[in-house]
Nanobody, 114 residues
Framework: QPRLVESGGGLVQPGGSLTLSCTTS????????LAWDRQVPGKQRELVAR???????DYSDSVYGRFTITRDNAKNMVYLQMNDLKVEDTAVYYC????????WGQGTQVTVDS
């Protein structure tokens, strides 16, 4: 029933910007923490940013000051604004909802090409 669908990924040059969107459905998203994770092939999935139902945000040290996570509860959406992108930001980005168990979407590819 719970579903998350990411969009907005693509190819950008270092220093560029990109905004990812995640549409949630099948649950009352306003009651749960939402987050963005990312994964490079062969490496563990890692936290990028999270935002709680009360509005607290956390960021990975590697993206702090460059990325901003926001949510629109009325639209059941969460966003990730990515600025000053670096080659090391290249990964598949996944939207996550922390329900009784964590649920992820299928991911969207972000490639920062130098």
């Amino acid at each position: 029933q719970p579903r998350l669908v990411e969009s907005g990924g693509g190819l950008v040059q270092p220093g560029g910007s990109l905004t990812l969107s995640c549409t949630t459905s099948g649950f009352r998203s306003e009651y749960f923490t939402l987050a963005w994770d990312r994964q490079v092939p062969g490496k563990q999935r890692e936290l990028v940013a999270r935002i709680s139902k009360t509005g607290y945000t956390d960021y990975s040290d590697s993206v702090y000051g460059r990325f901003t996570i926001t949510r629109d509860n009325a639209k059941n959406m969460v966003y990730l604004q990515m600025n000053d992108l670096k080659v090391e930001d290249t990964a598949v980005y996944y939207c996550r909802a922390d329900l009784e168990e964590s649920v992820w979407g299928q991911g969207t590819q972000v490639t920062v090409d130098s």
